[in-house]
């Protein structure tokens, strides 16, 4: 049976907005009422459209900013609960590879500083300079980098070298879950598949879990055992990537996986195009908030609010109509 390694029940992220277009204050919600299990070992992909919440719900996670409801576990203990020195170990075993690699490192500290400093503040049995510096040369060495560049500033790099750095960064604490926001998004074709087999090398290495997060769907299929479907804050489809890719429960996944070009020659996919524009998400619209996007909406739409229920084993879907539309099997 799958340990179940951070839970994520019911959060919410709303912002209170303050603007002269509005005479009151306005509420954006971000994220709206998620629940997200992820199991020991296993890659969870989340997937959706530009503005959907997925940042910010792994802002929330690693509680660099505060959920406004919600409850978020990690091995059993509420995260949501702790001070900031019992957070302290948390942060050592939930880390994050940001989608800038860039503008996550410090161009005025060397990569080797950078990297290293994280060892430095939870690694207890590093005593001495000496053993600083080979743990840093090993890090640098287990992602692909030369141990010697580690003198080297950010600059001096390529971004896919950078993103390898921002890896390292990562793994020099020795953790247990990383979120991955969209790491390879700013990177060429062929490195994104070299990041892409790296993450795959050392998750099976090291045992990791992984959150990654992307618009790619493509690379979420390669990547992922489970995929989530998030729109406005919401989630709208989970399931097995097999599952999901294969028969999709969701007129808007549908409309996503539509998007992908077909790998097999000669062969063209059906694209649905989606009518209208994103609603405001300081005003969703009521009902299902995609109903006003969705080819198959019906007056029950506009007014019923879709639970994510389970479809069929293991797949979840929050249409009104799903078994209706795509069947049970």
């Known amino acids: 049976m799958k340990k179940e390694i951070l839970k994520i029940e019911n959060i919410s992220k709303r912002f209170t907005l303050k603007s002269r277009l509005y005479e009151k204050k306005a509420t954006l919600t971000a994220v709206d009422d998620l629940t997200i299990t992820l199991y020991e070992g296993e890659t969870f992909g989340l997937v959706g459209e530009s503005g959907c919440g997925k940042s910010t719900l792994a802002k929330l996670i690693l509680r660099l900013?505060?959920?406004?409801?919600?409850?978020?576990?990690?091995?059993?203990?509420?995260?949501?609960?702790?001070?900031?020195?019992?957070?302290?170990?948390?942060?050592?075993?939930?880390?994050i590879i940001f989608q800038d690699p860039q503008a996550s490192l410090n161009p005025r500290m060397t990569i080797g500083r950078a990297v290293s400093e994280g060892v430095s503040i939870h690694n207890s049995s590093i005593k001495t300079k000496t053993d600083l510096l080979a743990k840093t040369r090993e890090l640098l060495k287990l992602v692909g980098l030369h141990p010697e560049s580690l003198n080297m500033y950010p600059h001096e790099f390529s971004g896919g070298q950078r993103q390898r750095v921002g890896i390292a960064r990562a793994l020099s604490v020795e953790p247990r879950v990383i979120i991955a926001d969209e790491p390879v998004s700013a990177l060429d074709v062929s490195i994104q598949a070299q990041i892409l087999n790296l993450l795959k090398e050392l998750q099976e290495k090291f045992g990791l879990t992984y959150l990654f997060i992307s618009h790619d769907l493509r690379v979420v299929e390669y990547l992922s055992d489970r995929v989530g479907v998030m729109y406005l804050g919401k989630m709208m489809e989970l399931a097995s990537s097999d599952d999901l890719y294969r028969q999709p429960r969701h007129p808007y996944s549908r409309a996503l996986l539509s998007s992908v070009p077909s790998l097999t020659p000669g062969q063209k996919r059906k694209r649905i195009i989606l009518k209208g524009d994103v609603p405001n998400p300081i005003n969703p619209p009521n009902g299902c908030i995609f109903?006003?996007?969705?080819?198959?909406?019906?007056?029950?739409?506009?007014?019923?609010?879709?639970?994510?229920?389970?479809?069929?084993d293991g797949h979840f879907s929050a249409c009104l109509f799903s078994e209706e539309l795509f069947g049970c099997n």
Do not use: W
């Open 65 to 95: 900013i505060e959920p406004t409801s919600g409850n978020i576990t990690y091995n059993g203990k509420d995260i949501l609960t702790l001070g900031k020195k019992d957070m302290r170990s948390i942060r050592k075993d939930i880390q």
């Open 291 to 312: 109903h006003t996007r969705c080819e198959f909406a019906k007056d029950e739409c506009k007014e019923t609010v879709p639970t994510l229920r389970e479809v069929n």
